[in-house]
């Protein structure tokens, strides 16, 4: 991982337990080319934990949106999914 990156997952930890008490709700979004593998990999990132996982395409078809609802237990457990899925080709994270 490059310096900006962990620059960048080390002031969102910051952010995040400055603006939550925890264990908190969190709600992770995603984009991705629409493929069923890549959708796969993103709910098994999150598989036993509970989330409520919603995907919508795009109206093209050639995009799929992935919102996740999830109860998280701290701010690195939150960058950690975040660094876990960031190996999914065409992954983008808002």
């Known amino acids: 991982m490059d310096k900006n990156t962990e620059d960048f997952y080390e002031r969102l930890k910051v952010e995040l337990d400055n603006s939550n008490t925890w264990p908190a ?3 992770f979004k995603f984009i991705v080319p ?3 593998e890549k ?3 993103i ?3 999150f598989n036993c934990m509970g989330a409520v996982i919603k995907t919508t395409k795009s109206k093209t078809g050639k995009f799929t ?3 996740v609802d999830v109860q998280m237990k701290d701010a690195q ?3 950690d999914k975040y660094i876990e899925v960031s190996t999914i080709e065409g992954i983008i994270s808002l």
């Open 43 to 45: 709910e098994d990132a």
């Open 65 to 67: 949106s992935i919102s």
């Open 39 to 41: 959708i796969q990999k």
């Open 25 to 27: 709700e969190y709600l």
């Open 34 to 36: 629409t493929a069923v």
């Open 77 to 79: 457990e939150i960058v």
